[in-house]
C-alpha cells in the first residue's frame, strides 16, 4: 500500500505519552476537549505504578492501522540455544553449586 504522507506517529490518537525529566515522570493525554492533560508523578516505584494503574485505565480509540503481522508457522524447539550453549551454561551453573 503505498501512501502519499508519512505518519507523524505509529501510536493511536488518543495515546498516552509517557517521559521522565530524570527527577519525576510525566503524562500527557488528551482531556475530552481535546486539550492535553499533563500529571507528574515522582520518579519511584510507587509513581511507576500510578503511570501504569492510568495506562491500564485509560481507554484508548485504536483503530488498528495496521494489520497484524504474522510470522506463520515457526515451531518452538525443545532445548533453547545450542549444545555449546547449553554446556557453557551448565559448567557455569556448577561453579556455582547450583548443578551437582
Request: hydrophobic share 35%; charged share 20%; net charge positive.
Amino acid at each position: 500500500m503505498k501512501t502519499d504522507s508519512a505518519a507523524l506517529s505509529a501510536a493511536p490518537p488518543r495515546a498516552i505519552l509517557i517521559w521522565s525529566d530524570g527527577r519525576d515522570l510525566y503524562t500527557e493525554f488528551p482531556g475530552p476537549d481535546g486539550t492535553p492533560i499533563v500529571i507528574r508523578y515522582p520518579l519511584t516505584t510507587t509513581g511507576l505504578s500510578q503511570v501504569l494503574g492510568l495506562v491500564k485505565a485509560h481507554s484508548f480509540d485504536c483503530v488498528d492501522r495496521n494489520p497484524p503481522f504474522h510470522l506463520g508457522n515457526i515451531q518452538p524447539t525443545n532445548q533453547p540455544g545450542t549444545p555449546t550453549q547449553r554446556d557453557n551454561a551448565r559448567a557455569v551453573l556448577r561453579r556455582l553449586g547450583l548443578l551437582g
